[in-house]
């Protein structure tokens, strides 16, 4: 994902106009793989505020599949 998907100017540019994006690490940040139960990498989430989950995604994405996950996320959570 960091190579192809990330990198790509148009989900950059969806992220930053829609969300504050937060990376975890495996093995350097265990306590959030468990509190939001990630068995899986990569996973993605979408959280409100105060951290509670609102959408989710699992596995690898391509950009123009990564852009429509976020934008079915947004529609769910209201903001679109």
Known sequence: M???TFPN???????AEHFVPVKYESGKNSEQFSKYAIFATPTFF???VSGDELYRMVGF???EDFIGHLITALQIIGKL
């Open 2 to 4: 960091e190579t192809g």
């Open 9 to 15: 100017n148009d989900v950059q540019k969806h992220i």
């Open 46 to 48: 979408i959280l409100d």
């Open 61 to 63: 994405y391509t950009p």
